[in-house]
């Protein structure tokens, strides 16, 4: 998949961004930014909720320090946003549901923040240093630039009396960095990026170039670090005392690790507590290592996977799945994603249970930065790349027949499990089979999590035309008949698994016609309700294709070998990307992902916030983005397709359609949940 035009993105942007998404907003950065964090509730507004949110700025012009940003932004309910709302944005636009109501001047760069569970307003930062540093949120003084106009002649005439009276020396102290709660200091080298807060007690794990995993224990801190000012309420109103406090205070006390990890051979690359435990942990480094660790049975690694994604790959990031202690996801360099039953590290790198590579919108850029469960569901989880997108999986779809655990890794695995009675407590809850209950949008089947098999439902429709309508449209504005040819030898390669729904909008595939007679792979194998899997996206397709005269595409037969549905990383016949891949988010198509992260509330599921930096040749800025799925994208399967046979002609013609019509309009944004609901679905009709 190349990268889109600004024309041929802007056709995306108008189509199909209403139809993939319920929710979308572009918050343009200044600077480049390197992380951001999802923040407690702060107001529910009716129509949409405002959440508390932590990002960061890299100063690189040196005008002031690299800062610390508190943010309120305002999220959208499902079915609210109209269309418009959701797809006129450009790249430097600044949204209105974004509200900066702290800045804190951080000494260096701010690689990662991540907050303390048990206090989510106090928050841990990594830098280009050694040390680590944690920030109370609601007593950190507020550092944002003065204001411009009247009132800054108001402040530097307030400034100017100062400074007669000798009261201000020269502003130095505008510009010195804030002072910290506390500073978490044992690395010898420095620690850039790879951090983690446990959930089940204030622990912080950190790794650094100098090959160590390193753990705090901030329990005797956290009554002093946790105090809140009276009458703080996190609206971002100024810390008494201002700007100076910062610099007047005395030094920032210091805490050093507690437990020192040694195993790593090269730099860590991440770190990740176990779900409940602040003793076992995962890392992974340059070395190629996956390394398990408990630190109730020594300082040694009580698991290792060498060479975990092939030799001499660096193993970049990973992942615990929250809702199941057994999984991990990891990723690598060259786009290689591994999932992992930690049961099973005996087996090495041969014993991952799916093996995925995807991440193809750059061919010489495909690191992958940043994996992440969902918080809820254990078969999905989403990945960052420099590629510039991010990637939503869905292992129900094609998980392979498990596999007997090597003697020696379940005589491990037991060891481990008896040492473990966070573990332990939490696999009783869930019931007999350690199982959970289905997250929202997800069915129970044979004793999973299985996300409802809809991903088809709008990228079917959508593969019908939107590759070659998106290319015309680029075309038409000045990009050409080379653009448009290019346009049209990719709309008539072989269709994409539909789930893959934002990379066929963005013109990658479009399903071929089918040889008459033929059936589509997995006809043959459905599932309890009888309802066809296999074949349901080359249903759509056609439907939709029947609408400008084409003829629908026929039912292809499955193979013997199509019915050994086994393989880690099941490969789409299609088109060669992974069944398990149901979405990929093109919207930071100017840097690379530098992280994201699913929206911790229950009542956003399929809500996520993203940022990358777009350094480049011409600019040094960053984007901040939150998304929100379509149901369209894993609502049942029927479901889906009716909804969209309500919008054909906007999905297949745009806005005006072949008669010049307005009425498509107004059905996109009823079907990507626009208008006021039942309103606006009352004025289509």
């Keep these: 998949m190349a990268l889109l035009s600004d024309d041929s993105f802007d056709a995306y942007k108008r189509r199909f961004v209403p139809i993939l998404y319920d929710w979308f907003m572009h918050y343009h950065l200044p600077y480049p930014t390197q992380t951001c964090r999802w923040g407690p509730l702060v107001e529910d507004l009716g129509y949409k909720s405002r959440y508390r949110a932590y990002l960061s700025e890299q100063v690189v012009d040196g005008e002031r320090p690299n800062t610390l940003l508190l943010a309120h932004i305002d999220v959208m309910k499902p079915h609210v946003a109209s269309c418009e709302a959701v797809s006129n944005w450009q790249d430097k636009s600044v949204s209105s549901h974004v509200t900066i109501v702290r800045t804190v001047y951080h000494p260096g760069e701010v690689n990662k923040v991540r907050e303390l569970p048990s206090a989510p307003h106090v928050v841990v930062t990594h830098t280009d240093s050694k040390h680590l540093y944690v920030w109370n949120m609601e007593r950190q003084p507020d550092r944002r630039p003065a204001a411009s106009g009247v009132a800054a002649a108001a402040a530097a005439a307030a400034s100017a009396g100062k400074s007669k009276r000798g009261g201000d020396k020269g502003g130095d102290a505008s510009s010195s960095p804030s002072v910290a709660d506390l500073v978490l200091t044992g690395h010898e080298d420095e620690a850039l990026f790879p951090l983690a807060c446990s959930s089940a007690a204030p622990c912080v794990a950190s790794g650094g170039n100098d090959q160590l995993v390193l753990l705090w224990d901030l329990a005797d801190s956290m009554t002093s670090l946790a105090a809140v000012p009276p009458g703080s309420s996190g609206s971002g109103k100024e810390a008494e005392g201002g700007a100076a406090a910062s610099t007047e205070k005395s030094k920032a006390p210091q805490l050093k690790a507690r437990t020192r990890l040694q195993g790593h051979t090269a730099t860590v690359g991440d770190v990740c507590f176990a779900p409940g435990s602040a003793a076992l942990l995962v890392s992974v480094a340059d070395d190629g290592r996956l390394l398990l660790w408990d630190t109730r049975s020594g300082l040694a690694p009580v698991g290792c996977v060498e060479e975990a994604h092939s030799a001499g790959v660096n193993v970049m990031c990973v992942d615990w799945c929250p809702v199941d202690e057994h999984l991990l996801v990891s990723g690598a360099e060259q786009g290689s994603i591994k999932v992992w039953d930690r049961r099973r590290v005996g087996a090495g790198a041969a014993g991952a249970l799916f093996s995925f590579d995807a991440h193809t919108n750059n061919a010489e850029e495909r690191d992958i930065i940043h994996v992440e469960w969902h918080p809820r569901n254990k078969d999905v989880f989403a990945s960052g790349s420099v590629d510039r997108t991010v990637a939503i999986w869905d292992l129900s779809r094609g998980r392979p027949t498990p596999a007997a ?124 309700d009888g309802a066809d899997k296999g074949g349901k996206k080359e249903e759509a397709a056609g439907a939709a294709g029947a609408a400008e005269g084409a003829e629908p595409p026929k039912k292809k037969k499955k193979t013997d070998k199509d019915k050994d549905k086994g393989g880690p990383g099941d490969k789409a016949e299609d088109d060669g990307l992974p069944t398990q891949l149901i979405f990929q988010h093109l919207g930071h198509r100017l840097g690379r992902v530098t992280d994201f992260q699913w929206h911790p509330d229950p009542a956003e599921p399929w809500t996520l916030i993203s940022v990358s930096d777009n350094t480049g040749d011409e600019a040094a800025d960053g984007t901040l983005q939150v998304w929100r799925i379509s149901d369209l994208i894993y609502r049942p399967y029927e479901e889906a397709v009716q909804e969209l046979e309500q919008h054909r002609q906007f999905i297949l013609h745009g806005n005006t359609g072949p008669s010049g019509g307005t009425d498509a309009g107004k059905g996109a944004s009823a079907a990507a949940g626009g208008g006021k609901g039942k309103e606006a679905k009352a004025e289509q009709a």
């Design 405 to 528: 655990a090597p003697a020696g890794a379940a005589a491990g695995a037991a060891a481990t499990a008896a040492a473990e009675p966070e573990a332990a407590a939490a696999g009783k809850d869930k019931g007999a089979g350690g199982e959970v209950a289905p997250a929202e949008g997800g069915k129970e089947k044979g004793g999973d999590v299985e996300m409802a098999d809809a991903g088809a439902s709008a990228g079917a429709a959508v593969e019908a035309g939107a590759a070659a309508e998106a290319a015309k449209e680029g075309a038409a504005a000045g990009e050409g008949e080379a653009a448009a040819e290019e346009g049209k030898a990719e709309a008539t390669g072989e269709g994409s698994d539909a789930t893959a729904a934002a990379a066929t909008a963005a013109g990658e595939a479009e399903p071929k016609p089918q040889a008459e007679g033929e059936k589509q792979p997995g006809q043959e194998g459905k599932d309890a």
